[in-house]
């Protein structure tokens, strides 16, 4: 069996591009989720077990709100439903990131008077995001 060393990664140093434009600044959050899908196979006698199905993947980008041209908001209102490259790195310097296609969607805009205005979108991907891209 062989022992693997654990090597987190962190956000403190990440990078975030979308298409050919460098987001980093705006972004506070980069998550890729899985959806996996399943159902039991049931035979006679009350057998059951269960049946891979596939995955579907999201990425959800947590941003602030800017409305000034080329921003991160603005961008994602203006490109909705167009595909793009995501690139995630970690930490610069990490050695690896993930690469993923996604389709563009844009996230709320406005809020409450709390503070800074931050905003969500969620991108369904086209297939599976690729960990241990070159940055």
Do not use: N
Request: proline share 6%; aromatic share 8%; glycine share 12%.
């Amino acid at each position: 069996m062989a022992t693997v060393d654990l090597q987190p990664i962190t956000l403190r140093d990440a990078t975030l591009t979308v298409g050919d434009d460098d987001f980093t600044a705006a972004v506070d959050q980069v998550t890729f989720t899985p959806e996996v899908r399943w159902s039991w196979a049931e035979r006679l006698g009350g057998w059951d077990f269960p049946v891979f199905e596939g995955v579907r993947w999201t990425c959800v980008l947590g941003f602030a709100q800017d409305l000034t041209e080329g921003s991160l908001t603005r961008y994602l209102i203006e490109h909705a439903s167009e595909r793009r490259t995501v690139l995630f790195t970690p930490e610069v310097g990490g050695g690896s990131a993930v690469l993923a296609e996604v389709m563009l969607t844009p996230g709320k805009v406005g809020g409450d008077t709390s503070g800074v205005l931050i905003s969500e979108a969620t991108m369904p991907l086209f297939g599976d995001p690729v960990p241990g891209a070159e940055s």
